[in-house]
């Protein structure tokens, strides 16, 4: 497993943008699909976006689609998530998660995620 921690988080007015950061910890990060997730209040958690360990395969939420990006840079054991034209219904609590498969079947490390707030 590897260790998360997400920064990046804060206040934005609608049509802004965020950028979310996920540092890790272990030498094997460089292995691990990576993905980012949100929880609204009151709504489950939900899929926004996951890479391949090389970057080369990603995949988006429907809802994110052409507005956000995730990116990894394994020298920095660190992903990346661009979120621009923000939504009121973008804010959430973001998390990061690491999977040791990809198509990633199960996420077996979290972080303790950060929150965004997009305001009307």
């Known amino acids: 497993q590897v260790q998360l921690v997400e920064s990046g988080g804060g206040l934005v007015q609608a049509g802004g943008s965020l950028r979310l950061s996920c540092a890790a910890s272990?030498?094997?990060?460089?292995?691990?699909?990576m993905g980012w997730f949100r929880q609204a209040p009151g709504k489950e958690r939900e899929f926004v976006a996951a890479i391949s360990w090389s970057g080369s395969r990603i995949y988006y939420a429907d809802s994110v689609k052409g507005r956000f990006t995730i990116s990894r840079d394994n020298a920095k054991n660190t992903i990346y998530l661009q979120m621009n034209s923000l939504k009121p219904e973008d804010t959430a609590v973001y998390y990061c998660a690491a999977a040791d498969s990809w198509p990633p079947e199960k996420w077996g490390s979290w972080g303790q995620g950060t929150q965004v707030t997009v305001s009307s």
């Open positions: 272990g030498r094997t990060f460089s292995t691990y699909a």
